[in-house]
């Protein structure tokens, strides 16, 4: 890579793919919307609506009497950003690098091929944030229950936004190179299930104590950094895992899923 | 002349399994201007020749320059000076027809209003105004491969690759697609064409090479390399029955330069044609004789006379 390469040469050809992508998404407004609230909106309704009003279900005993709506909003917020991820980034991809081979004409675009996987996560990571804002006032104002929400440190808030809907940007880059598109159904009960119920949504982190193999286990999944640090930022009443350990795990996660998933694309599209 | 591509070596080995060696030792010199034929039949490695001066295949050694830009050590500037339109419909499903070519342009680095404007011109260009807010999938074969050919001229590139650029066209989109690459000619821009149809090479390419199992065997116009056969006229027998006397007996024909086993018949090269297809039918009378076609010598001829095969399997 040159340096005036990056900035006068490659500048122009990374903002048109970024204007491609924006275009697309606004035709796809409604459908982006429905798949990205969907998720949230029948998990705040059933768990934070229904089940304290039929008095049923998780009342958040082991969190320290918070609502289990407190619990659950940074968590959603967390899930959905993920969603978007493998929803905006690994899908299409899977399609554009196999079957439909549409990726050629951006491939072809006068730019390094890991400057075009990049420009996959940096808009995979626009999707997140937009998504995280949509589902915001669903798991704010549906719960039965109060939500006991205010922002500690919005610089905390913005870094883990950003890092958050990097690392889920970069998820779906490697998941949409490194999987085969026949396999790309299968992800779903392997990866995206899994990483969900074991991502400290329902739950923080530091319940899960008497567990402590599980409480370790799930260290591996880069959901639970993303949880804790929007617990952290948006619900600071409840107990959470240090700062410094999601910050840094999540920058990790960043860097090794973006690794993963350029090397893959250059794999894909390069004989 | 100068030259708009140059392949040294070029060596392409993919490690498998199965290896295979796709390509072993291309040599070839496009001059600047001309459209160019690479006639082979499918798996001659037509196709890796293209990604590998279309950036998108590493060769195993051996070097290629578009325009004199090392396509291995540079490709983003190779980029800039190739259109490329593979034998796949790669157009943006998600994108209107007027934005894969608005698109194409940002991807080149042109600004909104001067992408807008080429989008409109090559909409009027390529007579696909009227589709210029359909969906690709909305297109027929033949207005997709026009699309392409629109999209990949977009940037204005000195070369374009069209890699089998016909396969699976009617024959009326087929003709259409011709004189658009005839059309190149007029813009200046150098051609590279590639086809396992001998008529699509002879029609449209000022030279042609002929390629088999990874390697290029002649390159000349298609007049001097149907010259090259040294026959005039080509006459094929079908025959049935056991007629494997018949082959010597065609030799001894004044003429007959040479008689090959052909598939359901004989093929068989003169050097002329007078009185040539009375003698031929009379020694064939013994045997059962179903059909008699003559022709003058073709690419496929050609390719038929250097490799033993023919051309389409």
């Known amino acids: 890579m040159t340096d005036h390469a990056v900035g006068g040469g490659y500048g122009g050809a990374f903002a048109g793919l970024l204007r491609r992508d924006a275009r697309v998404l606004v035709r796809n407004l409604a459908p982006f919307l429905t798949r990205t609230i969907m998720n949230p909106l029948l998990s705040v309704f059933v768990f934070a609506y229904v089940f304290p009003r039929i008095g049923q279900g998780m009342r958040g005993a082991g969190a320290g009497g918070a609502s289990f709506a407190t619990i659950l909003m940074p968590g959603l917020i967390a899930v959905a950003m993920v969603f978007q991820g493998i929803a905006a980034v690994a899908l299409p991809l899977s399609m554009e690098l196999g079957a439909t081979r549409e990726i050629e004409d951006r491939v072809l675009a006068p730019i390094p091929n890991w400057l075009v996987a990049v420009e996959k996560i940096v808009f995979g990571a626009v999707q997140g944030v937009i998504a995280g804002l949509a589902v915001f006032p669903l798991v704010y104002f549906i719960p039965a229950t109060p939500v006991d929400m205010h922002v500690a440190s919005w610089p905390l808030l913005v870094v883990v936004i950003a890092l958050a809907s990097l690392a889920s940007g970069a998820l779906g880059l490697a998941l949409g190179t490194v999987v085969r598109p026949q396999h790309i159904g299968l992800m779903f009960a392997v990866v995206v299930v899994p990483m969900t119920f074991l991502g400290c949504v329902y739950y923080p982190w530091a319940a899960l104590h008497p567990i402590r193999w599980l409480q370790v286990g799930v260290l591996i999944n880069p959901l639970v950094y993303m949880s804790e640090g929007l617990r952290t930022a948006l619900t600071p009443g409840l107990p959470h895992m240090p700062v410094g350990l999601f910050l840094a795990a999540l920058s990790v996660a960043v860097l090794v899923l973006s690794g993963i998933g350029i090397r893959a694309f250059r794999r894909r599209t390069i004989d | 002349m100068t030259e708009a591509i140059r392949l040294e070596g070029l060596v392409k080995e993919y490690a498998g399994p199965p290896r295979v060696q796709a390509l072993v030792g291309v040599n070839l010199a496009v001059r600047e201007g001309e459209v160019f034929g690479l006639l082979g039949p499918n798996g001659a490695g037509k196709t890796t020749t293209v990604g590998i001066c279309t950036t998108r295949v590493l060769p195993t050694s051996g070097r290629a320059t578009v325009k004199g830009v090392d396509v291995v050590a540079d490709p983003p500037r190779a980029r ?80 374009l690759f069209l890699d089998e650029p016909t396969a699976g066209l009617d024959p009326q989109s087929r003709l259409a697609l011709w004189e658009l690459i005839e059309g190149m000619r007029a813009l200046g821009i150098t051609v590279l064409l590639t086809t396992h149809y001998m008529d699509e090479a002879d029609r449209l390419s000022d030279r042609v090479a002929i390629i088999d199992a990874g390697r290029v065997l002649v390159c000349d116009t298609p007049a001097a390399l149907k010259r090259q056969v040294g026959a005039e006229t080509v006459v094929h027998l079908q025959l049935e029955g056991d007629f494997a006397a018949l082959a010597s007996q065609l030799c001894m024909i004044q003429g007959v330069r040479e008689v090959t086993p052909a598939d359901g018949g004989l093929r068989l090269m003169a050097s002329s044609r007078d009185g040539l297809l009375a003698r031929v039918v009379e020694a064939a009378a013994p045997y059962t004789l179903r059909d008699v076609a003559i022709s003058e010598p073709t690419l496929e001829t050609v390719f038929i006379q250097l490799t033993g095969k023919a051309l389409r399997d």
């Open chain 2, 80 to 159: 800039r000076a190739i259109g490329v339109v593979s034998q796949y419909n790669t157009l943006d499903r998600s994108c209107t027809i007027r934005e894969n070519l608005y698109y194409h342009c940002r991807y080149f680095g042109m600004g909104g209003a001067e992408s807008r404007h080429r989008a409109d011109e090559l909409l009027e260009q390529f007579r696909l105004s009227d589709r210029a807010a359909a969906m690709p999938e909305q297109l027929s074969g033949g207005l997709v491969q026009r699309t392409q050919v629109a999209r990949a001229i977009a940037h204005r590139p000195a070369v």
